[in-house]
């Protein structure tokens, strides 16, 4: 039988496992699997081809029974989507194409009555250019005491016709725009980090930090559990803003402190962030996407009197390779037990290629892929990954369609990529729509139980196969394979708590660990090995053996043992 699916009927139904309601769950972050859904990708409820809150709330149910702990909602703030709604024009309003306030407020406290936290972006670094603020300080030309609550400068040369420093933006090309004055004349250029139509705020202004304090207020006095803070390093910039001195300078992002990245300056606002949140009951959080040099700069924003949670992407960058994941495992959990925080660990976002997809590729191309590879050999892979990423202490995050062992979409047309970046030439590779491509659901339909009226993004041919609905109730299925991880996590005690492992002896290429009663060992080379049996196997991501004194492990596999 298929690992990844299989011809069987699904079942119609399933038992509900016993789930702990929002307020029975104490320090529920620390070991939590947080799953994170993009709303444009995951349930479309009205058949417009977009995914909406309406559509995620219809799948609520589905998530509880997979047993995840809380959901992470990427945004769905208004605004144009010029960078697929990271452009918020008002914080405080749910686009259209999502809903409203009312279906916002119906699905947390469905997500509540599930016993499932919510936790929804924000997006504090920059705004939309039609944010009200933004297009009131170019209505009012130079002078206007609004320009100041974002970056505007006057330009260089002789009539101002260069940027004013030479930082370059995430998307490529000058990370500064010129505006046109009200009276049509060239001026004054703004800062952006990234698209044009995302200006950044200046953190310095007063009025700034005030209205953020008030943003988070609306939202936690709506129900929310926690904020997932997009580019949480990037708030604060060096003083004066000064020249970095290189070009391609995309190279030395996550490996030196940029003038316009992790400044020391940004803790101070986490700190009064956290002076709010703390004012709520119900353990409410903060999870920082934070790019940083080491991973002992990020512990820096998970400070206890700071944020509770930091993504950790040094662990999501490693190859599949026993001596660089136990390296990077044992830097997190150092750099993290000082501080006292959990370590995260994560293996795909809506920002990079699908694991499935690079390990199916050689080691070495980075996080952003545009081959699909080996297929059979990725899914293999993404599958061992995953457990060896769920046995470890501290909280993990899932990204919708992981658990189906979904692989990129890496052969979409030009004529129907949405990524701001792949329009901007020398930036990010610009290939993020691969991973964004809408989750099927079932294993007919026009856009495979999406919705009504096909996909914002084609999906390929044969997505059906690797549904919910092919998947469910397959033993060895990918899909039953998450489900059966997360139960036994949530029903042992050594799994998720804690904050170290007890390394054991293993061949070359294998990683083997003990956390109490449990053991997991992942062989993370091309050929099987022999392993000792540490007990009784709990699970496994492809087909261990008895052999001759010990247990014979597949290549690429990774097995769960309990020695009780």
Sequence with gaps: MSQQHSAAPAPTTRPVPAVATVAQRGDWWRDAVIYQVYPRSFADSNGDGMGDLEGVRSRLPYLRD?????????????????????????????????????????????????????????????????????????????????????????????????????????????????VTEPDGTPGEWYLHLFAPEQPDFNWEHPAVGDEFRSILRFWLDMGVDGFRIDVAHGLVKAEGLPDLGSHDQLKLLGNDVMPFFDQDGVHEVYRQWRLVLDEYAGERIFVAEAWTPTVERTANYVRPDELHQAFNFQYLATEWDAKELRQVVDRTLEAMRPVGAPATWVLSNHDVTRHATRFANPPGLGTQIRTAGDRALGLRRARAASLLMLALPGSAYVYQGEELGLPDVVDLPDEVRQDPAYFRGAGQDGFRDGCRVPIPWTREGSSYGFGGGGSWLPQPEGWGELSIEAQQGVPGSTLELYRS??????????????????WLRAPEGVLAFRRGEFVCVANTTGEPVTIPSYGRVLLASGEPAEADGGTRLPADTTVWFTTA
């Design 66 to 178: 997979l047993g995840v702990d809380a959901v992470w909602l990427s945004p769905f703030y208004a605004s144009p989507q010029a960078d697929a709604g990271y452009d918020v024009a008002d914080y405080r309003a749910v686009d259209p194409m999502f809903g409203n306030l009312l279906d916002a407020d119906a699905l947390i406290r469905d997500a509540h009555g599930l016993g499932l936290r919510i936790i929804v972006d924000l997006v504090p670094n920059h705004s939309s250019d039609q944010h009200e603020w933004f297009k009131r300080a170019l209505a009012e030309g130079p002078g206007s005491a609004l320009r100041d609550r974002y970056h505007f400068r006057p330009g260089k040369g002789a009539g101002g016709e260069l940027p004013p420093n030479d930082w370059e933006s995430i998307f490529g090309g000058p990370a500064w725009t010129r």
């Design 485 to 502: 991880a997360l139960a036994l996590r949530r029903s042992r005690p050594d799994l998720g708590a804690g904050d170290s492992v007890e």
